[in-house]
């Protein structure tokens, strides 16, 4: 697809300018595709809630609601755009772009076919890892520049939360990047002859969790808790530059919706399903994989009320980190056992009974550690002691 | 009885999961209408100018007074004392819809009405005149209507004097 792009290029420019084009070409098309599917998101995301909650959600605009993203863009568009006077203009201003690079910047290593993939970096998901925490400074610095309690609150929160959150969420990466032998996305597609899910079904469930946290989704969104700090980081920001905040976590949740594809189901493989179709059919079942993950955080956000600020740090670090640290640890002793027994030489993966019998170990483990965590971990909030109550009504 | 950590949030979620696949409870009110209850004593009144004898009760009984009613003398030989109403108005800006005026016709000649979509711009437009009653909706709801809730009457068909009332004038 890309050789196509450049030789149209070659007509009129040299081979190097045209490849520097072909990739602006590919960037354009990329970041209108991703926000124009983030815009329907939004949308899927507030019919779904609906039905959820036993309503509807907006449907009036349109057949089936279809245009209310544009009418939604259309008001903040219009809107009158605020800034504080005792803000710090710069930061105000930078703040949200700073938010919406990284979620964007993450597409470029994501696999949407074999070959559509903007670059397939020896690194992948290190660099997703390491581009998505830069969206914290864009959080932090928008609720620092606000000259808002609650918007500094906010941001404070995020970046606590964002911080723990990602030492589970590495620990889980590590394990399935220990299986692939490698940190290319393309790679990691390609091994899944099985969906990872089904190998290291722990660490599927210990990054679903962290990434809630991580993109800041109830019931981790204590961030923007409007029953607490109104909006959170973003309290003062009205019009385009708050459209811009929404549009950073949307397509945040969507790109990392995308990087679950990627490690956990096999990507943009139909399961079970040997070699690459067509690439057109590849994108298709990696949109529908990568839309349902995404369903799959609106279900826990129709269903999870929020938790408080202790308890979201306390399941990082009491539980998502030690589950997350053992798994990781057993599985790189699978990894060199069954190296072992299998004889697989360099180069090769593991035989697909290897990978069978580690998903059993890993669910066995699981299912040990969940019951192990009942009996150890004591819910923080105790019963409400009782006190006796005197005939006068007085508490005692 | 949660014997596994995290089994009460994934009950949860199987909760949620369930309404989904449910119809929504929401009515799209323009679209979709609901029919009323059959007593509603709803935002009109059906009045039956044959059955009327102008006698006032029903502006006696309303605390808010506000049916008016201008009569004449005149005389039907089968009912013996009769007015012939000129106006018959009733300001529903100002009504509570207690309904005390049906309880007190003896003649079954005002009943509440079933109609709910009576916005209007000006407080005028609330008042219903008696023009309005005349060519209005025959609608009657079972409130204070006993014979309507024994004739199973559910407010879908107009209702002509002879079926509506206890017996004929």
Known sequence: ?396 | MTSFYGLGALKGLIVTLRYLFRKPFTVEYPDEKLVPNPRFRGNSFVWYEDRCTGNGACAKACPLGIIRIVTHPTSRPDIGNLYAIDRFDIDTGRCMFCALCIEACPYDAVFMGNDFERATKTRDGLVIHKEDLVTGAKLPTQQFRPQLEAMEYKGEEELDQHEAGRWSL
């Open chain 1, 1 to 396: 697809m890309s050789n196509e792009i450049i030789s149209f290029f070659n007509t009129f420019l040299s081979t190097s300018q045209s490849e520097a084009m072909a990739t602006f070409v590919g960037i354009f098309f990329l970041i209108n595709f991703v926000i124009i599917i983030v815009a329907f998101m939004t949308l899927l995301e507030r019919r779904l809630l609906g039905r959820l909650q036993n309503r509807i959600g907006p449907n009036r605009t349109g057949p089936n609601g279809l245009l209310q993203p544009f009418a939604d863009v259309i008001k903040l568009l219009t809107k009158e755009d605020i800034v504080i006077p005792a803000a710090d203009r710069w930061p105000f201003n930078i703040a949200p772009l700073l938010a919406l690079m990284p979620a964007l910047s993450v597409w470029i290593v994501i696999p949407f076919a074999p070959t559509w993939i903007l670059a397939d970096l020896d690194i992948g998901i290190l660099f997703v890892i390491a581009i998505t925490g830069v969206s914290v400074i864009g959080v932090f610095m928008s609720g620092w520049a606000s000259a808002n309690k609650f918007a500094l609150l906010g941001s404070m929160r995020s970046v606590a939360s964002i911080i723990s959150y990602e030492v589970p969420m590495i620990l889980a990466i590590i394990a399935v990047v220990l299986l692939v032998g490698s940190m290319s996305m393309q790679q990691i597609v390609l091994f899944q002859s099985i969906p990872l899910v089904l190998v290291q079904p722990a660490s599927f469930v210990i990054f679903l969790l962290a990434i809630v946290a991580e993109l800041n989704r109830s019931p981790f969104d204590i961030v923007e808790a409007e029953s607490e700090i109104i909006a959170g980081y973003h309290t003062e920001y009205t019009g385009m530059k708050f459209a811009t905040f929404f549009l950073a976590e949307y397509t945040a949740a969507l790109a990392w919706s995308a990087v679950v594809v990627t490690l956990f189901l096999s990507g943009w493989r139909i399961p079970f399903v040997q070699a690459d179709i067509h690439p057109f059919i590849d994108g298709l079942v990696f949109l529908i994989k990568t839309i349902f993950v995404f369903c799959i955080f609106v279900w826990f956000r129709g269903t999870w009320p929020r938790l408080r600020i202790d308890q979201i740090l306390g399941f990082s670090w009491k539980v998502l980190f030690p589950i997350a640290t053992l798994n990781l640890v057993i599985t790189a002793i699978e990894v060199l056992v069954f190296n072992d027994v299998f004889a697989v030489a360099e180069g090769e993966t593991l035989p697909t009974i290897a990978l069978v019998a580690m998903g059993l170990i890993n669910i066995a483990i699981f299912i040990v550690v969940g019951i192990a965590l009942n009996k150890f971990i004591k819910p923080i909030d105790q019963e409400p002691q009782s006190y006796p109550v005197t005939r006068e009504g007085m508490t005692l």
